[in-house]
Each structure stands twice: as structure tokens, then as C-alpha cells.
């Protein structure tokens, strides 16, 4: 049975630059993968400030995500 994964994005401004990445919901530890491969690169002016800053914003994501479910699964049980 084939799951439909959500596509995602997390997007960080830099100035006149603006970094978007996209990803399928459940695929987040490649994501983060990606953040580091960009900051170790020195390719772009996406450093590890950023990378912090986005992984930050992932796990604040994945928590409501979470505390949605939690919530979703006491209003059942009530």
C-alpha cells in the first residue's frame, strides 16, 4: 500500500539571496543531509548559521506535527 508523502519546504532569506528546499514529508534526515552538504560546501553563501537556523525550524516543525497527533489521539480516547 503506497503512502501519499506531502511535499514540504523550508525557505531561508539571506539578504538578496533566498535558499528553498524542498522535501517529501518523512524524508527529513536527508534534508538535514542536504543542509550539511550546502554549508560544508562554501559553494553559496548558505553557511552554518543557516543550516542551524533551518534545522531549528525543521524540529519546531516535526514537534507541532507531533503535539497535533498526541492531540488528535486524546480527543479519540475521550
Request: overall charge positive; charged content about 30%.
Amino acid at each position: 500500500m503506497a503512502v501519499n508523502k506531502v511535499s514540504k519546504q523550508l525557505i531561508l532569506k539571506k539578504g538578496k539571496q533566498k535558499f528553498i528546499f524542498r522535501y517529501k514529508s518523512g524524508s527529513e534526515d536527508k534534508l538535514l543531509d542536504v543542509l550539511v552538504e550546502q554549508a560544508r560546501s562554501g559553494r553559496t553563501d548558505f553557511d552554518w548559521f543557516d543550516a542551524a537556523v533551518l534545522s531549528f525550524k525543521l524540529t519546531q516543525s516535526l514537534i507541532g506535527q507531533a503535539d497535533e497527533l498526541i492531540g488528535d489521539k486524546v480527543k479519540v480516547k475521550q
